[in-house]
T-cell receptor, first 112, second 113 residues
Framework: GQQVMQIPQYQHVQEGEDFTTYCNSSTTLSNIQWYKQRPGGHPVFLIQLVKSGEVKKQKRLTFQFGEAKKNSSLHITATQTTDVGTYFC????????????FGKGTHLIIQP | NAGVTQTPKFQVLKTGQSMTLQCAQDMNHNSMYWYRQDPGMGLRLIYYSASEGTTDKGEVPNGYNVSRLNKREFSLRLESAAPSQTSVYFCASNIAGYNSPLHFGNGTRLTVT
């Protein structure tokens, strides 16, 4: 079945440093979505990428979708304490009506 | 506009007991989903309902049943709870399919002793 691998599992950064999480799929994806989950909260949708090589930005967050549509990344510039949480990617290989497959997430821990 | 509402928020069961987790959405979404979240495992799909009247198995359906009661409501039932079902359960909904954003409820924290 489809697998979505996400690295790293944990990332400790000093406030103000940059952060990147990577997502890799064993199959070509039709789309990829990114979610953020604050500690004790529920996942909240951030963005969706659909096109090969697509790059989208949301303030300090930059999302990329690989040319082969098998990998994606989320980069945060100059982290702030409000960025703390777990970032998940989720993708679908297309065909059928099954739901998204989530990566295991990257826990971002920020030290002031 | 409440979004996706799950009840209960917390539940403790003994092995072998049964219970139903309730989920309702008020966004007129067609598709609804049940995920479980375990430490280090991410979110895994249990069951989903692409539209009213249909349900399908996800990645980890064993030990669960679902009912799409109407367009708004999608319940998850544990017939005979096991300690392996200790988890956080999230209900989610979206307009339809895999290419529209998921809206999650606040979750149900279930402990089976």
């Amino acid at each position: 079945g489809q697998q979505v691998m996400q690295i790293p599992q944990y990332q400790h950064v000093q406030e103000g440093e940059d952060f990147t999480t990577y997502c890799n799929s064993s199959t070509t994806l039709s789309n990829i979505q990114w979610y953020k989950q604050r500690p004790g909260g529920h996942p909240v949708f951030l963005i969706q990428l659909v096109k090969s090589g697509e790059v989208k930005k949301q303030k300090r967050l930059t999302f990329q979708f690989g040319e082969a549509k098998k990998n994606s990344s989320l980069h945060i510039t100059a982290t702030q304490t409000t960025d703390v949480g777990t970032y998940f990617c989720a993708g679908h290989s297309g065909g059928g009506a099954d739901g998204l497959t989530f990566g295991k997430g990257t826990h971002l821990i920020i030290q002031p | 506009n409440a979004g996706v509402t799950q009840t209960p928020k917390f539940q403790v069961l003994k092995t072998g007991q049964s219970m139903t987790l309730q989920c309702a959405q008020d966004m007129n979404h067609n598709s609804m989903y049940w995920y479980r979240q375990d430490p280090g495992m991410g979110l895994r799909l249990i069951y989903y309902s692409a539209s009213e009247g249909t349900t399908d198995k996800g990645e980890v359906p064993n030990g669960y049943n679902v009912s799409r009661l109407n367009k708004r409501e999608f319940s998850l039932r544990l017939e005979s709870a096991a300690p392996s079902q200790t988890s956080v359960y999230f209900c989610a909904s979206n307009i339809a399919g895999y290419n529209s954003p998921l809206h999650f409820g606040n979750g149900t924290r279930l402990t089976v002793t």
